[in-house]
């Protein structure tokens, strides 16, 4: 196995733009709003884009190479996480996820929890994360019929290298002006609540039925650790997956974990991956799966990348607590 990348899967949105080219050289016309990057979902499966295995989908990779792929602790039956580029030129509607108790009952498929990366954003650019303090449920929904919907919003102004975690059932939208690498759940689904009178459905009952007001929505401070080559934030830990940024000044050596597979999202410079007979380059807007049985690595360059992945969550807070406590 080797590190893996894939051909973007493009859609073309009513609220996208042509700002991906800043990150894709191959991007079709249209007002593209998504690439999607590592996907193994309905909508849309990735194809690998480099090495022997050029050409094959991701869903009949992870038939052919099971745990050394994703790991021995992730179902080979749904691949758990899909990762996107989003460029809002224009407002999303807003919108609420399932859990996924709820999506599992209702839609026969997963919820949807997951976190936002502003890899650019343009002076003014806004998330909407949430709604405001003393929003009642019979506010919301009368509001909603009434097309007076945003002056419950919780809106926030938004700058470059800034990441927001957007649990299922927390009210959400990107606003016009940004690009957002999203890290989330594989799920496609979505309830509209409001879509500014753009004529596509919306989704009240089931919105009401998921959206809890209490959720706040805020920029996640992450803790940071200095290390020799490198500085490595942990910035999200669910059960659904964990995201980490490594700001690389010079190197970075990890391993592998036989266990589960990671994604690497280069979201600022570029450099190359160093692997057991080879080596992968990296470039701003691409991402590259590590297979759990890869072994060692080495990141070398200067650039900021996240890593996703699912968690071993009671692993990762014993991490960082040996870190806290020194």
Not at 127 to 152: H, N
Request: charged share 30%.
């Amino acid at each position: 196995m080797y590190p893996l990348k894939f051909e973007s899967i493009y859609f073309e949105k009513i609220w996208g733009g042509r700002e991906l080219e800043t990150l894709k050289v191959d991007l079709p016309e249209g007002d593209i709003g998504e690439s999607w990057d590592v996907a193994c979902h309905e909508d849309g499966t990735s194809k690998v884009a480099n090495g022997q295995l050029k050409g094959m989908s991701l869903d009949k990779l992870i038939v052919a190479k099971g745990d050394q792929l994703v790991g021995t602790k992730i179902s080979k039956d749904r691949f758990p996480l899909l990762l996107k580029l989003i460029n809002s030129n224009d407002k999303l509607s807003i919108q609420v996820h399932p859990d996924d108790e709820y999506g599992f009952r209702v839609e026969n498929g997963p919820g949807k929890t997951e976190a936002w990366y502003v890899v650019d954003a343009k002076e003014g650019a806004e998330l909407i994360v949430g709604v405001k303090e003393g929003c009642t449920k019979e506010q919301f929904r009368k509001s909603i019929e009434e097309g007076t919907l945003e002056q419950y919003m919780n809106k926030v102004k938004i700058k470059k290298g800034e990441t927001y975690f957007i649990r299922s059932g927390l009210m959400h939208a990107i606003c016009e002006g940004a690009i957002i690498a999203e890290i989330q759940q594989n799920s496609n689904t979505t309830y509209r609540v409001y879509d500014y009178n753009r004529g596509r459905e919306v989704h009240i009952d089931k919105a009401m039925d998921v959206v809890n007001l209490n959720l706040k929505g805020k920029k996640s401070e992450g803790l940071k650790i200095e290390k020799d080559g490198y500085i490595k934030t942990y910035l999200c830990l669910a059960k659904e997956f964990s995201l980490e940024k490594y700001d690389v000044e010079k190197e970075l050596t990890e391993y592998s974990d036989p266990e589960r597979f990671f994604i690497f999202t280069c979201v600022e410079g570029s450099g190359v991956i160093e692997y057991d007979n080879g080596s992968e380059t990296i470039t701003r807007g691409e991402s590259v799966l590590i297979p759990a049985a890869l072994g060692k690595y080495i990141f070398k360059g200067k650039m900021v990348v996240l890593k996703s992945y699912v968690p071993d969550v009671s692993k990762v807070e014993k991490e960082i607590l040996e870190v806290v406590k020194g």
